[in-house]
């Protein structure tokens, strides 16, 4: 049960970091992958990819044009699986069978669209020096060592509260 609340905690965390971004790049995020200079330090300053690495402008004309790429590359959500899943929710009687398979459709695009953003972001970091690449490496660790805080909290505030009883 531990590792399941962990886990969630994580899935939690990434999607409200992913979230954050899409809503920082505002108009851009709305198009897809596109991110210009203005973007780039936004995304910068919610701890994004890149954060705290120089960028040559060759070097951001190249991830510009890897995000135009997977822009032109990119899945699009599909407003009909939305509709579907709603139809389930407000349904008369629950069909779980129709519920997981709905979800698998609709999961097994996500992946697909994650597995292009990594691709993207993997080029990108190979366009990287091995200075830039130690850098990024130094962010990371950072990052982990925040998470791992994070999450030990989390634990700390969901564990029994060792006898402790209110009632009203």
Not at 87 to 109: G, H, P, S, Y
């Amino acid at each position: 049960m531990q590792k399941f609340a962990t886990l969630s905690l994580v899935s939690l965390l990434m999607l409200g970091s992913v979230t954050a971004i899409a809503a920082g790049s505002g108009a851009a995020a709305a198009n897809g992958w596109h991110i210009d200079d203005s973007t780039m330090k936004r995304i910068s300053d919610q701890q994004g990819m890149f954060d705290g690495v120089r960028l040559t402008e060759q070097q951001r004309q190249q991830m510009r044009d890897l995000m135009h790429q997977g822009r032109q590359d990119k899945l699009a959500v599909n407003a009909e699986d939305v509709e579907a899943m709603h139809k389930l929710v407000t349904a008369e009687t629950f069909d779980e069978a129709a519920v997981r398979a709905q979800i698998t459709r609709m999961m097994n695009l996500q992946v697909e669209r994650q597995i292009q953003m990594t691709r993207v972001r993997n080029q990108m970091y190979n366009l990287l020096t091995k200075e830039q690449k130690e850098t990024l490496e130094k962010k990371h660790k950072q990052r982990m060592k925040e998470m791992q805080q994070q999450i030990s909290l989390f634990h700390q505030m969901a564990a029994p509260s060792g006898g402790t009883h209110y009632s009203e």
